[in-house]
């Protein structure tokens, strides 16, 4: 008792792990330098005492480094080292490294064989699946090794125990009789024991009469066992023999002789004055712990230690759910091991509850290994188990025991069928349970018929879970499940319909029922339902409640309502990364992309972490905004947090960098995801075909069909856009005959569009006019504003003219449509024709949108726009425009005035180009940023044929990398030359 008491700490903080190796021995994986002791001299003997010291201590980094350098520094390394390096990962918890060390082993002898198993075997304590695969591994032991030995069977002994299978206990035992180690008094011992556990006493009696030697303990677990299924007459011939065995008793011997001559229903025998003094301490206990006095009554329970006064299996129970109360692992195994040491653990009230603690305390593995240990298990034992790998999320396992309760004969009750049907997603099992539950006359039960609607809704079938509904009493719960249902279904109008039913009830409402309906209310973009659930939150106190306001703010953004989504999100007291991220993602939506960033650093201000959706959502905004530093800004911070190989934030980070200009960037970082799924692969694919490498994107989609990735429509998106920026025409019918052909994804209007513009592009407008003509599908505005750009740059105006009636009949109130035929009549200096296409604009009451160009310097946006003299340094930069005119020109550069769209002089003509908003804002970047550093630019619209001439010229002249990010496209200006080749 002394022993246990020193056991008991009641300050709940685990002590801070002393990591004394890594400084004594200067230990780091990135110094490695003398004087560590880690040289490449170092013998084996010297490997084997870092590893032990990496087992004793637990130290995994210890235990990696060391591994790491016996690699490098040992060509063959001597096998018990490689042996001692299975132990030490199983030892410091890493069964994953351990079997790949074993799988990756040239030879194994049969202490490899054994060190695999003893790493299955303790894993099998808290990770069920390794009690089958350690059986699997044992399998094939027997088919590579011909001898054993009892250190091979001591592991399979435990992983029997852990696995609750009695067939493979037999196994074992019968596989023991054949190699002759039956008599052996470990393995007899154990097998003794997993018999009595599992309550095959029978079969665990006749072991122990064939051991050649018996010592107190067995005699104790023999004893106990009797007296625990209610032997009383087995119990007393054994106690009798016991005292003829000439073996001295223990404390544990005597206290079970006592019950053998007793008749204590606990199985313990105290006298009378203890027994009062332990249920007078039992009340106290349970005071204290209604009035949730856990300190007082842990104390008390100290004290009842202290004083060597017995304590019975209410005590434990009541400690027991103090722990689950305090959330504290350390007590509950700390109880659990003085249950072990006095008997208690297999007293079915303990046992219970040290089930249900481990289940609450979220350690499924162990709550397994108690009920495994349990030889006599009640419904409330099966309860327990199944409802904790319910909660825990274990499906299989839950449902695995729910078969085996079946197969033993058990009639589940009511909380069974609920545990069960709220962790299965499967709908055939649910409605297997379902019929059950009708077989047991448990389906009107209200938990029971409330599950079976949450659980058909869960599969969204809402008929089913409709008649449950009809057939039982209207109460909060279900009419919860089934308005989640219906918004899951997306049928929200139900969900709103069944709300309002509920208010003109009476009926309450719950935190769960107003964030239900304020988020279908987003949903359904339904604002006045929304606000009126607003207020109803408001006035009944749920306002204040984090998942109400979270829902409240997520409907106000859905709807667009920027302004009362800051309101809502201001009276939320403390946000979590969920209220923040949506907050975020909100302004990036409703265009607020600045904001978004503000919002951003007010989260990291508060000290909320933001997860892989937030960076993902913040690195689209740097997208949006084409700002490059503050989407490398959001990758720094990915990699900080370490969630920078997340594949959704990797391709959120691929596509920003793409998108921002910086494609190199964008490839390596692509490179680097391990993981990359379809969206990763499209976001390159359509980031090399925006910035004109065909060739590129072609190859990379090869790659990607020779790694047996299958690519799905946005990927034929990317291929195609490829071709058509890179004028692969021939390449272009190719892959869309593919896509049907091989992968039977039929064409859509999206690729039928990549394909008319790859025509256009390359000066067969007719030809694109007849395939837009004969599609069945019905052709969009996008495709004909392509072709009428090709036709002005073919300067083929018959038929432009008959693309832009065509347009405008589809967009009569389109801007692009008149300016592109105004333009395309220019260019043919068809003067008459311009002036009709600006009297039908203006009578069209339509406006041509402003062209704009921006530009970042120093995580500042630079706006201009045509003949823009706003700007501060306006003077300095038009004195540089002029200079570089002049410097392109003496390089050869001649403006091309066709894109001039006014009938006036030459020289006229000459200077409107000149001042172009892209050529302002390049002329920016060349005064603003360092020689030989890359400008970055980006216009609204399309960039017109001189000022994409006269780039190429000031990318050759000033040597200069100049990326445009025009409407369609991205042009790489370097040496004189473009990205699209010209084919834009």
Partial sequence: MQASLKAIPFSFHRPPRFYYLLSSHSLSPFRLTSPSPFSSSSSSSQWFGFLRDAISSSDLRLGKCTHARILTSEENPERFLINNLITMYSKCGSLTHARR??????????????????????????????????????????????????????????????????????????????????????????????????????????????????????????????????????????????????????????????????????????????????????????????????????????????????????????????????????????????????????????????????????????????????????????????????????????????????????????????????????????????????????????????????????????????????RNSFDLVACNAMMSGYTQSNDGDKTLKLFALMHKQGDRSDDFTLATVVKTCGSLFAMNQGKQVHAYAIKSGYNLDLWVSSGVLDMYVKCGDMKAAHVAFNCIAAPDDVAWTTMISGCIENGEEERAFHVYSQMRLMGVLPDEFTIATLAKASSCLTALEQGRQIHANALKLNCSGDPFVGTSLVDMYAKCGSIDDAYSLFKRIEMRNIAAWNAMLVGLAQHGEGKEALQLFEQMRSLGIKPDKVTFIGVLSACSHSGLVSEAYKQIKSMDRDYGIKPEIEHYSCLADALGRAGLVREAEKLIESMSLEASASMYRALLAACRVQGDTETGKRVATKLLELEPSDSSAYVLLSNMYAAASKWTEVKLARTMMRGQNVKKDPGFSWIEVKNKIHLFVVDDRSNPQAELIYRKVKDVIRDIKQEGYVPETDYTLVDVEEEEKERALYYHSEKLAVAFGLMSTPPATPIRVIKNLRVCGDCHNAMKYIAKVYGREIVLRDANRFHRFKDGKCSCGDFW
Wanted: aromatic residues 8%; contains cysteine; proline residues 1%.
């Fill in 101 to 470: 060390v074993f799988d990756k082993m040239p030879e194994r002898d049969l202490v490899s064989w054994n060190s695999i198993l003893a790493a299955y075997a303790h894993s099998s304590e808290h990770v069920i699946d390794s009690t089958e695969e350690g059986f699997v591994l044992f399998r094939s032991l027997r088919q590579n090794v011909v001898f054993t030995s009892r250190m091979t069977l001591a592991p399979l002994l435990k992983l029997c125990l852990c696995s609750g299978y009695v067939w493979a206990s037999e196994a074992v035992h019968g596989y023991a009789c054949k190699i002759g180690l039956d008599s052996d008094e470990f393995v007899a011992g154990g097998l003794v024991n997993i018999y009595l556990k599992f309550g095959k006493v029978k079969e665990g009696r006749v072991l122990f009469e064939e051991m050649p030697g018996r010592d107190v303990v067995l005699w104790n677990l023999m004893l106990k066992a009797y007296l625990d299924m209610g032997f009383k007459e087995e119990a007393v011939e054994l106690s009798s023999a016991f005292h003829k065995s000439g073996l001295h008793p223990n404390g544990i011997t005597l206290r079970l002789l006592d019950r053998v001559s007793g008749d204590d229903s606990e199985g313990r025998q105290v006298n009378g004055n203890d027994a009062s003094e332990i249920r007078s301490k039992n009340q106290i206990l349970t005071k204290y712990l209604q009035g949730s006095q856990y300190s007082s009554l842990l104390q008390c329970f100290a004290d009842m230690v202290e004083s060597n006064l017995e304590c019975d299996s209410v005590t434990f129970v009541l400690v027991l759910s103090t722990a689950v109360r305090l959330d504290s692992l350390a007590l509950g195994k700390q109880v659990h091991s003085m249950a072990l040491k006095l008997g208690f653990d297999l007293m079915l009230t303990v046992a219970n509850s040290l089930i249900n603690m481990y289940c609450k305390l979220r350690k499924v593995g162990y709550a397994r290994t108690v009920f495994n240990s349990t030889s006599e298990r009640d419904l409330i034992s099966w309860n327990s188990v199944i409802s904790g790998f319910a909660q825990s999320g274990l499906e299989v396992e839950a449902v695995c025991l729910f078969m085996e309760l079946l197969r033993c004969g058990l009639t589940p009750d009511h909380y069974t069928l609920t545990s069960v049907l709220k962790a299965t997603s499967s709908l055939s099992l649910n409605k297997q349970v379902h019929v059950h539950a009708i077989k047991t006359n448990n389906v009107g039960d209200s938990f029971v018929s409330t599950a079976l609607i949450d659980a058909y809704s869960r599969n969204k079938c809402m008929k089913e879970a409709e008649v449950l509904f009809s």
